[in-house]
Structures are given as C-alpha cells and as structure tokens.
C-alpha cells in the first residue's frame, strides 16, 4: 500500500509538473505570439489606408526571423487577402477562413497555434492579422520530460518499496500490536492488560503511556466501584431514614406530581399521594384552617406556597378526612427545590403532629386558672416569707447594682421586674422607663419574631439556662448587639420568673461583620475575576476553582477539587517540568516556574489541547505554601496571530504579483500620497520622466524641478496645478490629457499623455493618486511622417497642398 501510495502521488507530481510546463510554454507562446501579431497590425495602419500591398508584403516579410512561423496573412476590411507569407518549405497559399475576422486572441489545436488580431484605425477596424505558427518544439518537450518523468517514476518506486520493508520491520509491526491491544481492550473492557515493552523508541514510549493510562482507568474504575456502593449504602440510609421518621416527609417536582411520601406522612394524613391538580389538594385530603372548620385556600396551602419559590414555617393546620373522622393539628414547614441557577425544581414539605401538644395547652390553660386562685392563698403566706427575703435582696442589690453588664429579672411573660443602673448606659433608659415593660419592647424588629420563638422554646421546654445574642434599639435609636444569659426561675415545677444577665457586644459583632464583609469581597473578586484563578497546596492539588476556570477548562468545581492539578490539565509534555518546578521551590525556595509567564498549552474537559498563559505566584497561610496559578485562555489571539502572519504573507505575495505586473506593461505608473510622496513607481516611469520611488528613502514628486510643461502646441505653458496627478489628489479624475514635457538641462522635448485617478477611502476621503503615463513622441513622429507621405502622394497625383 505505501508502495502503491508513493507511485500513485509521484505519477501525480510528475504529470502535474508536465502540464504545468505545456501550460507555461503555451502562455508564453501565446504572449510573444500575440505580441508579433499587434506589431504587424501597427506597422499595416498605413499600407491597408494606400492600398500599398507591396508595403504590406515587405512588412510580412521580416517575419523569416520566427522560424516556426508558418504562414502569416493580412486581411482588408471586406476580408479579402492584402498580403501573405509563407515559410520555405511550408504549404504555400495557406487558406485561413474568412470568419477568422471575428477572433480577437489565439487558438491552439494539435499541430498549430493560431494568432488573430485586429487592425484598428480611430477605433475602426479596417483590417485582420492572421498568423499560424507550428508545435514542433512543444512537442520535443512533452517526449523530454515525459522520458525524465518514467525516470524519476522507477527510481521513487523503488525508494518507496525500501523505505516500506524498513517501516514494516521497525514501525508497523509494533504498531498493529498496539492497535490489537487496545482492540481487545475495546471488546473486553479488561483494564488489567498491559503492553510489552522492548526498546526505548517512540513506539516504546506510546505503549509505555498507554499502560500507565490503563493504569489509572483500572485505579479509577475500582475507585468508582466504591463510590457507587458507598452511594447505594446511602441511598439505602437515605430511604430507610425518609420511611422511618416521625415526622411527614412529602415531595413533588415542579409540576405538582408527588415523587416521596413517606409513611409517616400516610399515617398523618390518612390516605396516600393521589395524581391530583394542587387546586383540590385541600379539599381531597381534608387541610382546614386552625378554626376547624373553614378549608384552606389552595393557593395558601405551604407546599403550593414553596412551588412558587416561598419558605413557610410552622404554619398551623387541621387535618380531617374521611379516613381521619376525628382529624389532627399538625405544623407544616415547606421549603423550595432550586436548582443551582435558581429555576424551581419541585418543593419539600414537613409536617408534624402536634395533636398532643394543642391537648396539652388545653390542660395547660385549665391548670393555669386553677393556679391563679392558689395564687391568692398563698399570697398571705409569701408575705412573710418575703420580709425575711427582703434584707438578703438588698445585699444582692447592692452587688448587682455595682456591675458593669445589665443584671435584670423578669417574670414568666418576660416583662421586667428588676433592672440594675448600668441599663441606662447600655439603653440609654432609666430604670423606672424599663421596669414593667416587655423584653420585646426593646429588641429591633426585624428579630423581634426570632427572639420571641427563642424564649417561648425555652419556656416550652423548661431549659434551665440559655445564651442568644440578638440587637436591640436603644433610646436613641441606636442599634446595640447584646449577649443574653437567661435563667429560669421556678417554685417547684413550675416556672415564676427569669434572671438574666446582658452584655453588650456591638463591637464584637462590628468586627465579625468586617471579617464577613472582606471575605464576601475577598470571594468577589475570586468569582468574577476575568482570568482562571486555581489555588493548589503544596502536594500539588486543587483546593480552590474559581467560575472562569470552569468555563475555560469545563469542570466544574466539585469534579476538580482535592485533584492533582498537573494531571488534570497539563498535557504530558509539560507534566514532568511543572512537577520538578514545584518540587525545587519546596526545597529550595527557588524554581523556574514561579512568579514567571508562561505561553504553554494545557487540556480541558474534552481532552482538546488550547495555548494558555499561565503565573504562579506562592502564598503562605499557617505555615504552608499554597499556590495561585493565573490562567488567561490565549488560543483565540494565537489563531488571529498566525491569522495575522499568514494575512501579511499573502499581502507581500500580492505585492511582488502588481510589481511584476507593474514592470511588464508599456505604460509608466506613479503613485503618490495626500504630500505628493511617492509610494509606487515602475521602470517605465523612470524611463519616460526619470521619476522613481528610492529605496529607504521618501521621494516627493515634483515635475517642476526638472520639466518645463506645454500644451501640444509646444508654446502654450501648461499649468502644474491642471496636472491630472495633482487633480486626482484633489478629488478628480481625469482622462488621457497630452502634455509636452521639456528637460531643463538638455533641453529634450517628449510628448506624453497622462490620466489621473484619486484613491478613496471607505469615509471618502482621498489618501492617495495614481497617474498612468503614456509616451507617445514616438507614434506622434509616425503620424507626421505619415502626413508628410499623404501630402507627397496627393502632390504626385495632382491634389493641391491644404496649406496653399
């Protein structure tokens, strides 16, 4: 195959080069053969005007120097032969048709090349030239290159069949191993295979790599057998857990469908989940207000509530069904499902039976008015006892009231009882405007409900002693963070009143709202930063991922952390390097790849290479180094660099396409700038008015310096201003305007003709001008000869001169 491969593509270079030589020889041919034609036709202007055939003929006859020239014929204007020539030795009287008027170019065919071009006098064509030319040394190429093509064609097979053998000893046959190998890999998905290696080659290196590869996907195959059974253990917790809580566990999706309901929840409830609309939730299951008897509104219910993105706490229902007669109070709490970007994915709801606690309160509050009555009693007997209370309580005013922090009581309701003087400097209230006023009176309102569930759960659970830090509104209006120690007071079983001790700690919370707030900026910045900012310890691995880096590299920030950074992203070129760098500056406190930019490549989530630039900076927190490595994705910029390069290339290969072009047409081009500089020239400028663009330097054009200027009467001066050059820069074309320019020194006069047009940009403005320049003294001297000729002629056969 790669002999056939190499012969089939050497036959291809081979007969690509032949026909790109025919071609060139052909284009050559054409353009010289073309060439010759428009000579002849100039030069038989005037022979066909006098029907001078013999002119005609001598004219023809200089053509003995073309030696492949076979025949070459003059038609007049009706298509009638004027005057032909004949090769020695070619067939004499060659017929061309007459409709060869029509050709305007050449025509090739298998043995002759013909030429066609008109004869033009006032843009009127008054004649035909019709040239054939023979193919013989066309033909001698073809077979010398076709003999040197068979040659080259012999010799690259055989270079091909060596190199072959070789690569198929040293190269192919390792390489189908390999592709067994991973082959059987593929059928099997047996990881524990592994490569035998011999040699130190390429080969030995890829076959090395793919057996550290299959390494890792064994090491990483086991380890995702482990998650997956850890992750079923906790699937079996997770159920087990929902099936046996106390408590009603009910979840729907976003679209109302009810995908967990536990047991718990049945049991509650009475009945279980049902594919309802959530408009007759309420009414199918029996949810009635705390009144008993009026059912919820649907759109009031918690769980509908959380689908539309709301939290709802210890909202109070009464359940009764006609599975439930007697029916149940129960306390719900919902919470939204929310995916990461915030859409609702479906709402959680809890629900708790609290039909034992209403029954509690009921007795509660029976015990409560039988205990106002024993009240009464044993007033009379507290009497005394308080009088013998009464000089310990003064004792322990006078301690109390030396404090600094506010030393307070209050009885079961939370109203105050007592309160030392240093109230008056934490509140700015005396003790008379607090005494006999509520604790909630004080506290700001945004906590107010926080703080009223606090102490309503410790007088609910008859926790003897709490700390709860909550803000208060002092005198003022200041707001003041406070520390509370609560303790309760009791007779008995039963609760009487509070002691508590507060403390201000505004200044404390000043401080953790700073350290908050800075790292809130701190995290800020790390989030919206414009670059991938990775943070890695010391043994190399990822602890931190900002959002950029997820977007640049396609990990997220769960999959990347507590992983090696240079196995996750550095391509197997750089991994080694990166490695050692880091291993130094551990040791030695000096590296390579620290605090230095780096262009290298690196390899995101789909395994595709990308240029980055990549800085690594160290830090030091508690003792150890961490790493910031900066990434900014450069692969666009790279792209519109070689974008770039291959855009200028392209630019200076159409630059040296207009100069070639440019030094081979017959007519001086100059173009020039808004400050008359020249910015392109060709030799034919130079050769008609000796202006030229220097190398290096900058050239301003000024015909003035070197030219006087004449209209074509030779006597009129011709303005400079009116110079189609100096027109175009100012906005205007101008079209072949024949000027007679005079050298100052020698005094030599050449008459030209010259058009103009400005360059414009896309705002129209004009940034520069190009002038075409004719020399026409040449033809201008044929033309008065040509008169001097009419007037002899017309003397000769009697005409009077026109200027008599």
Same mark, same amino acid.
């Given at each position: 195959?790669?002999?056939?491969?190499?012969?089939?593509?050497?036959?291809?270079?081979?007969?690509?080069?032949?026909?790109?030589?025919?071609?060139?020889?052909?284009?050559?041919?054409?353009?010289?053969?073309?060439?010759?034609?428009?000579?002849?036709?100039?030069?038989?202007?005037?022979?066909?005007?006098?029907?001078?055939?013999?002119?005609?003929?001598?004219?023809?006859?200089?053509? /003995?120097?073309?030696?492949?020239?076979?025949?070459?014929?003059?038609?007049?204007?009706?298509?009638?032969?004027?005057?032909?020539?004949?090769?020695?030795?070619?067939?004499?009287?060659?017929?061309?048709?007459?409709?060869?008027?029509?050709?305007?170019?050449?025509?090739?065919?298998?043995?002759?090349?013909?030429?066609?071009?008109?004869?033009?006098?006032?843009?009127?064509?008054?004649?035909?030239?019709?040239?054939?030319?023979?193919?013989?040394?066309?033909?001698?190429?073809?077979?010398?290159?076709?003999?040197?093509?068979?040659?080259?064609?012999?010799?690259?097979?055989?270079?091909?069949?060596?190199?072959?053998?070789?690569?198929?000893?040293?190269?192919?046959?390792?390489?189908?191993?390999?592709?067994?190998?991973?082959?059987?890999?593929?059928?099997?998905?047996?990881?524990?295979?592994?490569?035998?290696?011999?040699?130190?080659?390429?080969?030995?290196?890829?076959?090395?790599?793919?057996?550290?590869?299959?390494?890792?996907?064994?090491?990483?195959?086991?380890?995702?057998?482990?998650?997956?059974?850890?992750?079923?253990?906790?699937?079996?917790?997770?159920?087990?857990?929902?099936?046996?809580?106390?408590?009603?566990?009910?979840?729907?999706?976003?679209?109302?469908?009810?995908?967990?309901?536990?047991?718990?929840?049945?049991?509650?409830?009475?009945?279980?989940?049902?594919?309802?609309?959530?408009?007759?939730?309420?009414?199918?299951?029996?949810?009635?207000?705390?009144?008993?008897?009026?059912?919820?509104?649907?759109?009031?219910?918690?769980?509908?509530?959380?689908?539309?993105?709301?939290?709802?706490?210890?909202?109070?229902?009464?359940?009764?069904?006609?599975?439930?007669?007697?029916?149940?109070?129960?306390?719900?709490?919902?919470?939204?499902?929310?995916?990461?970007?915030?859409?609702?994915?479906?709402?959680?709801?809890?629900?708790?039976?609290?039909?034992?606690?209403?029954?509690?309160?009921?007795?509660?509050?029976?015990?409560?008015?039988?205990?106002?009555?024993?009240?009464?009693?044993?007033?009379?007997?507290?009497?005394?006892?308080?009088?013998?209370?009464?000089?310990?309580?003064?004792?322990?005013?006078? $301690?109390?009231?030396?404090?600094?922090?506010?030393?307070?009581?209050?009885?079961?309701?939370?109203?105050?009882?007592?309160?030392?003087?240093?109230?008056?400097?934490? /509140?700015?209230?005396?003790?008379?405007?607090?005494?006999?006023?509520?604790?909630?009176?004080?506290?700001?309102?945004?906590?107010?409900?926080?703080?009223?569930?606090?102490?309503?759960?410790?007088?609910?659970?008859?926790?003897?002693?709490?700390?709860?830090?909550?803000?208060?509104?002092?005198?003022?209006?200041?707001?003041?963070?406070?520390?509370?120690?609560?303790?309760?007071?009791?007779?008995?079983?039963?609760?009487?009143?509070?002691?508590?001790?507060?403390?201000?700690?505004?200044?404390?919370?000043?401080?953790?709202?700073?350290?908050?707030?800075?790292?809130?900026?701190?995290?800020?910045?790390?989030?919206?930063?414009?670059?991938?900012? $990775?943070?890695?310890?010391?043994?190399?691995?990822?602890?931190?991922?900002?959002?950029?880096?997820?977007?640049?590299?396609?990990?997220?920030?769960?999959?990347?952390?507590?992983?090696?950074?240079?196995?996750?992203?550095?391509?197997?070129?750089?991994?080694?390097?990166?490695? $050692?760098?880091?291993?130094?500056?551990?040791?030695?406190?000096?590296?390579?790849?620290?605090?230095?930019?780096?262009?290298?490549?690196?390899?995101?989530?789909?395994?595709?290479?990308?240029?980055?630039?990549?800085?690594?900076?160290?830090?030091?927190?508690?003792?150890?180094?961490?790493?910031?490595?900066?990434?900014?994705?450069?692969?666009?910029?790279?792209?519109?660099?070689?974008?770039?390069?291959?855009?200028?290339?392209?630019?200076?290969?159409?630059?040296?396409?207009?100069?070639?072009?440019?030094?081979?047409?017959?007519?001086?081009?100059?173009?020039?700038?808004?400050?008359?500089?020249?910015?392109?020239?060709?030799?034919?400028?130079?050769?008609?008015?000796?202006?030229?663009?220097?190398?290096?330097?900058?050239?301003?054009?000024?015909?003035?310096?070197?030219?006087?200027?004449?209209?074509?009467?030779?006597?009129?001066?011709?303005?400079?201003?009116?110079?189609?050059?100096?027109?175009?820069?100012?906005?205007?074309?101008?079209?072949?305007?024949?000027?007679?320019?005079?050298?100052?020194?020698?005094?030599?006069?050449?008459?030209?003709?010259?058009?103009?047009?400005?360059?414009?940009?896309?705002?129209?403005?004009?940034?520069?001008?190009?002038?075409?320049?004719?020399?026409?003294?040449?033809?201008?001297?044929?033309?008065?000869?040509?008169?001097?000729?009419?007037?002899?002629?017309?003397?000769?056969?009697?005409?009077?001169?026109?200027?008599?």
């Amino acid at each position: 195959m790669q002999v056939f491969t190499s012969a089939f593509v050497l036959g291809l270079c081979i007969t690509a080069f032949v026909l790109i030589d025919i071609k060139g020889f052909k284009d050559r041919k054409a353009i010289s053969s073309t060439a010759i034609a428009k000579v002849l036709g100039f030069n038989s202007i005037s022979a066909i005007e006098f029907l001078d055939n013999a002119a005609a003929n001598k004219i023809l006859s200089e053509l /003995t120097v073309q030696k492949d020239l076979l025949n070459a014929t003059i038609f007049d204007e009706k298509g009638a032969v004027f005057a032909s020539y004949t090769k020695a030795g070619s067939a004499a009287g060659y017929q061309f048709p007459i409709s060869t008027q029509d050709q305007k170019t050449f025509m090739y065919t298998n043995e002759n090349l013909f030429v066609y071009n008109k004869i033009k006098k006032d843009d009127k064509t008054i004649g035909l030239v019709a040239i054939r030319f023979e193919l013989s040394e066309l033909n001698k190429i073809k077979m010398d290159i076709l003999r040197l093509g068979i040659v080259l064609l012999v010799v690259g097979i055989g270079l091909a069949f060596l190199i072959a053998m070789i690569i198929k000893k040293y190269i192919s046959k390792p390489l189908l191993n390999l592709v067994t190998t991973i082959q059987t890999i593929k059928d099997t998905a047996d990881y524990k295979i592994r490569m035998v290696v011999e040699g130190k080659d390429e080969i030995s290196i890829l076959s090395t790599g793919l057996n550290d590869m299959l390494s890792t996907i064994e090491k990483r195959d086991n380890e995702v057998a482990i998650s997956k059974e850890q992750l079923n253990k906790q699937n079996t917790l997770l159920q087990s857990v929902i099936q046996n809580m106390g408590d009603g566990l009910i979840v729907v999706d976003e679209n109302s469908k009810f995908i967990i309901w536990n047991a718990a929840s049945e049991r509650i409830i009475g009945m279980g989940p049902m594919d309802i609309p959530q408009e007759r939730w309420a009414a199918t299951y029996g949810f009635f207000l705390p009144d008993t008897k009026v059912v919820f509104d649907a759109n009031e219910l918690p769980l509908v509530k959380a689908l539309h993105g709301e939290q709802v706490d210890n909202v109070e229902i009464f359940i009764q069904n006609y599975k439930n007669p007697e029916g149940i109070f129960v306390v719900a709490t919902a919470r939204p499902l929310q995916h990461s970007s915030g859409e609702i994915t479906g709402g959680v709801l809890v629900i708790h039976d609290i039909t034992e606690r209403k029954v509690s309160e009921n007795e509660i509050r029976k015990l409560n008015e039988e205990l106002e009555h024993k009240v009464a009693e044993r007033t009379a007997q507290l009497a005394e006892a308080i009088e013998t209370l009464r000089s310990s309580e003064e004792k322990y005013r006078e $301690i109390v009231e030396d404090v600094s922090d506010v030393v307070h009581t209050s009885n079961y309701k939370g109203f105050f009882t007592y309160i030392n003087p240093a109230c008056k400097k934490l /509140t700015g209230y005396s003790q008379n405007e607090i005494i006999g006023k509520h604790l909630i009176d004080f506290v700001s309102p945004e906590w107010k409900d926080r703080v009223t569930e606090f102490y309503f759960n410790q007088f609910k659970n008859k926790i003897d002693e709490t700390l709860f830090s909550f803000p208060i509104l002092t005198k003022s209006g200041e707001q003041k963070w406070i520390e509370q120690t609560s303790m309760q007071l009791r007779e008995g079983d039963k609760i009487t009143g509070y002691k508590s001790i507060m403390r201000d700690i505004t200044e404390r919370k000043e401080a953790e709202q700073k350290i908050k707030e800075s790292e809130g900026q701190l995290q800020t910045i790390f989030n919206e930063a414009p670059d991938a900012l $990775i943070v890695i310890n010391e043994e190399g691995n990822i602890i931190r991922w900002n959002p950029k880096a997820e977007q640049i590299f396609g990990w997220s920030s769960i999959e990347v952390l507590g992983k090696s950074i240079v196995e996750l992203i550095m391509p197997e070129k750089y991994k080694e390097n990166i490695a $050692i760098g880091f291993e130094n500056f551990l040791k030695t406190g000096e590296a390579t790849i620290i605090n230095k930019t780096m262009e290298i490549t690196a390899l995101n989530k789909k395994n595709i290479e990308f240029d980055i630039e990549l800085t690594v900076s160290p830090a030091t927190v508690l003792g150890k180094y961490i790493f910031i490595a900066f990434i900014t994705d450069i692969s666009l910029s790279k792209k519109l660099e070689n974008e770039k390069i291959e855009a200028d290339r392209l630019v200076r290969l159409n630059e040296l396409k207009l100069k070639l072009i440019l030094e081979n047409i017959g007519e001086g081009i100059i173009v020039t700038d808004t400050q008359k500089r020249i910015v392109l020239s060709n030799h034919m400028a130079k050769e008609i008015i000796g202006v030229s663009q220097e190398e290096g330097a900058s050239t301003t054009l000024d015909w003035a310096t070197k030219y006087d200027l004449f209209y074509p009467d030779a006597k009129t001066v011709f303005p400079v201003q009116n110079l189609p050059l100096e027109k175009a820069l100012r906005g205007e074309s101008s079209d072949e305007v024949e000027v007679i320019i005079e050298d100052q020194e020698t005094k030599h006069k050449k008459r030209v003709i010259i058009s103009g047009r400005p360059i414009i940009d896309e705002n129209n403005y004009v940034i520069a001008a190009v002038a075409n320049i004719k020399d026409v003294t040449h033809y201008k001297e044929l033309e008065n000869a040509l008169e001097e000729s009419v007037e002899k002629y017309r003397k000769l056969i009697g005409f009077k001169s026109d200027n008599k």
